[in-house]
């Protein structure tokens, strides 16, 4: 048996297997009606944020010294570190950020 089979095991045994239904707050519960069609105003709302953290992710990756570095290592990884960069330590530190 797999460690996360144990730990989803573990967690079902703590607060149980129910669903449990959050509220949407209300600043952006109800709907919205574009034409014929009804949409929750909090899917827009998601979709807006989801947008927004795509842009600063790419942002991140093309502006900064961090971000340039991730993206060189990925390409190649032999003239990162002849730049003097750890790379292990720097794909750690991209993993844990993005767990």
């Known amino acids: 048996m797999s460690a996360a089979r144990v730990i989803e095991e573990l967690i079902r045994v703590a607060w149980g297997s129910r669903e449990r239904a959050r509220p949407v707050p209300e600043a952006i519960s109800g709907t919205l009606l574009l034409g014929d069609l009804i949409n929750a ?5 998601a979709c807006a944020f989801a947008a927004a953290a795509i842009a600063a992710l790419c942002l991140f990756i093309e502006r900064t010294k961090i971000g340039t570095s991730i993206k ?9 570190r002849a730049l003097g960069y750890n790379l292990a330590q720097l794909r750690l530190g991209v993993f844990v950020r993005g767990t």
Request: no cysteine.
């Open 41 to 45: 105003r909090y899917r827009f709302f």
């Open 72 to 80: 060189a290592g990925a390409h190649d990884s032999e003239m990162v």
